[in-house]
């Protein structure tokens, strides 16, 4: 286990687009002292306006992870939440001029080079978070559920069921054992076509492209629908591969659906504030979910 904190050994700068928004913005990521955690600045909204990167602070989970305090918001966090966790990073001011952090290649691979790139400066000791007692929410419409169980050190695992031809059932698991850089935080972001669809259609999806989501071709498509979506983004006719998926991209793994599923979970659950001394596991998981069982753990613990 890592016993003590760590920061950036310099700062990382990243820009791009929002997936949801469509949004330009800039962000870097800045060195913290001990025990600031992770704390998001909107230098466009003035000096000093932040939000901290905490299970409270959720304001909206609708297809990404939102965290508001006052005026501030700061949206679709998870990925980089992950990377935090996964590379071992406890402190870090995070400044970024427009509300959505840029989705880059829709995995959380760039923050995690960057991080390796930089460097890591060794702080105070850390204080793991310990539950008392197993924790577990439900969401009784959905069948989804999350349980955080007391454990000697942190570990996720999460089954993934979309009721999907293609996608099947999907499992996957991560420990302090674990390759995060290059078996979990590789992972992409994923949609289904007839969701991304009905997003375009609707100017509902305005940063997405294929270079930053996996696309699931569940129901059959015709030409026009595939010629619309290619034309929309700005992409050669695109094809449906055997497999069930539009052929923008190579899988990096056959469950890598699965696997971003794990790095949002351990993202959102990143908003426990710290590093969970805890076995969770999770079916079906959602920021929704995933974000109410760390409002749990707060809550258990103040």
Known sequence: MHLYQHTLAG?????????????????????????????????????????????ENVSSTARSTTISEGEVSVSTIEHLMSAFTGMGIDNCFVELDNIEVPILDGSA??????????????????????????????????GSWVRIEPADAPSAEITVDFNSRV?????????????????????????????????????????????????????????????????????????????????????????????????DLIGDMRLSGGFLRARITAFKPGHTINTMAAKAIRQLLH
């Not at 469509?22 to 932040?50: C, N, W």
């Not at 054992?177 to 949609?191: H, L, P, S, Y």
């Open 167 to 263: 996608l099947g059932v999907q499992t996957a698991s991560w420990d302090e054992g674990t390759d995060f850089a290059n078996e979990i935080a590789v992972c992409r972001t994923f949609v289904f076509f007839h969701e991304i669809e009905f997003l375009f259609r609707n100017n509902l999806i305005k940063g997405g492209d294929v270079d930053n989501a996996i696309v699931i071709v569940e129901h059959p498509v015709t030409q026009e629908q595939i010629r619309y979506v290619s034309e929309t983004i700005g992409k050669p006719l695109l094809k449906v591969t055997e497999k069930g998926y539009l052929d923008n991209l190579t899988l990096h793994f056959d469950n890598e659906c699965g696997r971003h599923k794990l790095l």
């Open 109 to 142: 691979r760039l923050y995690v080079e960057a991080i390796l790139e930089k460097g890591t400066i060794e702080q105070k000791e850390r204080d793991y978070i310990s539950i008392p007692q197993t924790v577990e929410v439900k969401d009784e419409k959905t």
């Open 11 to 55: 700062e990382a700068r990243f820009e791009g687009k929002g997936l949801h928004t469509g949004q330009y913005s800039h962000m870097t990521l800045k060195p913290a002292p001990a025990d600031t955690g992770i704390v998001f600045f909107r230098t466009d909204l003035g000096e000093g306006k932040s939000v901290k990167a905490l299970a």
